[in-house]
Each structure stands twice: as C-alpha cells, then as structure tokens.
C-alpha cells in the first residue's frame, strides 16, 4: 500500500471545516442519521435473499490483554454455592461491566462522545452538556429506535491480497474506490459503510497488541469519499483511526471528522470474519444491516452487536 501525505494541523483543520459544511450530517443535531429515509429501509429489507443473520459483534472480551488494561467485568451473581432452596425453583442471575470505549469490545460511538475546542457537534459546548450524570445532548438515545439500512463491506485486505492490513497501515478515499469497483458494489446516500481492515483476524491469529501504538484505519483525508457519497454510519473491525495518528496535533482524526464535523455515529472493534466469506461466496457485499444500541438515555455509547441479513 501507498503511504499517504501526513496532514499539517492547518491542513486538518482546513479538511475538518470543509467536511462540517458541505458533508449531509455536518449541521443537523441528528447527524448523518437523517440520510436515511424510510424509502432506504425498505430498499434495504429488499436486498434480503437467504434470510441468513450474521453478527458483526466480536465476543465480549473478559481477560486483560495488551490492548485491553480494563477488560468487562462478568459474574455469575446467583445462585451461590450451597445455597439452599426449599421450593425447589432457582435463577440463575449475572452482572456485567465494561468500558464502552474500549481498544476490544464491539461499541457504538455516540454524536456526544468527541470534544473538539470545547465543543461537541453542531458547536454545542461540551462544558454545558457532559456531566458526571452523562450526556445532556447528542447521547446515544438519538438511535434508540435502532439504525436500519444497506450495510455495504469494504474488504481492503481483500482488494491488496493479504489476510489483513499491518498495523499503521492508512486507508486512502482511493483505497475505497478501488474496492468497490473490485468487488462490484457502490456506496450511496443513507449506507451503512463498514470498513474491514482485517484487525480482528490479525488479533485472532496473532494475539493481542498495544493498539495505540500501531493500528490500521482510515487516513483522514479519506472521510472526503463518505461526504460525497453521503454515508449515515461509518464501521470497522478496527478503531476506524489509524495509529500513528496522520493529522499533525490530533490522535484520533477520522473520530474528530466523523462524528464532530460530520454527525457520522462510529461502529469500533466490529468482526467480520464470519460475513466476509458468505459475500465472497455470493459476489454480493451489501445487505440489510439492523443496530441496536441499549437504551442508555444519558450514555456516550453502547455496547452493540450489529446483524447483517443476507
């Protein structure tokens, strides 16, 4: 793969007010979500053949790992051991922890969840709206009826013939281009685009790694590709952003455009490993895709585990 240009910090900022004001999401409290219409739902229920679900979540990860120093939290909270039960009927009962935005586990990225000069999107002032309490705007209750659309998958490591991309890798906007005429599908206004850059396969076969030093994603200038293409929902199996950061002063800036500029919620730590191989057995890369975030009224994010229906 081409290495592409590092991005000064003047040049970032010149892309991030670019993507704000001209991507479909950029002005709207809803964000991209508002690219897709009920006509796109239906159009999308349509690309439904088989009737098959597949989950693009990974496993809840539990065990403390190089990438991940905070693992969730799961125990069995009842019945206990020798407990007695003179009615004969128990439950068994569990709780569970995590971090949300975590370097492993599947999770959706809320409008709310990047402050840029103090502000969230649409230039709320994040002082005004993030509490200990949670989110007062743009929390992850603005898709607590769901996001329902065509998922279309991008599969790079696919297109550069490799189980998947080293970390540091950058994916460019003609990266993208490239897969989709490769793998005969295009991205449209309302799609739910998910990007594979294979880091979960790598991470599986492997073993885990410090992710913030070195991870594949997007390079920034490559957001340009999904405002014109008006995507609603960006997701990856990785980060979405590459590490080292290409932007000049900014560690994460595909999360910076995407949701603060252009109202994009991101999809991290997807797995895709069990759809790659049903697409490439039927030659088609776009689906019906249905998420679901908990209903977390005040939350930056939720654990999620999207389905594609083929």
Known sequence: ??????????GFRSLYRHLRDTAPGGGTRRGALDTISAEQVLAAVREVRSGRTVSLAAPVNTHAAPDDADPAEHRLTAPADGEPDPTGVQFARDRIAMNIHGDVNSHIDALCHVVYDGTLHGGIPAADALSPDGASALSIALARDGIVGRGVL????????????????????????????????????????????GHRRRREE???W????????????????????????????????????????????????????????????????????????????????????????????SPVNPLAIL
């Open 1 to 10: 793969m081409r290495t592409p240009d590092e991005l000064s910090e003047a």
């Open 206 to 208: 492997l073993g885990a």
């Open 210 to 301: 410090d992710v913030a030093d070195a991870r594949a994603g997007l390079h920034p200038a490559a957001m340009e590709f999904l405002a014109e293409r008006e995507v609603a929902v960006l997701g990856s199996d990785g980060n979405n952003d590459a590490a080292p950061s290409a932007a000049q002063g900014v560690a994460f800036p595909v999360h910076v455009l995407a949701i603060h500029a252009m109202g994009l919620h991101l999809l991290d730590y997807l797995r895709f490993e069990d759809l790659v191989p049903l697409c490439a057995r039927d030659g088609r890369w776009s689906f019906l895709c249905a998420i679901a975030p908990l209903r977390l009224p005040a939350a930056t994010g």
């Open 154 to 197: 991008l599969d790079i490591p696919r297109l550069h013939g490799v189980p998947w991309l080293e970390p540091g890798s950058q994916v460019t906007a003609e990266d993208l281009t490239a897969a989709e005429a490769g793998q005969g599908v295009r991205v449209g206004r309302g799609d739910i685009l998910l990007v594979r850059v």
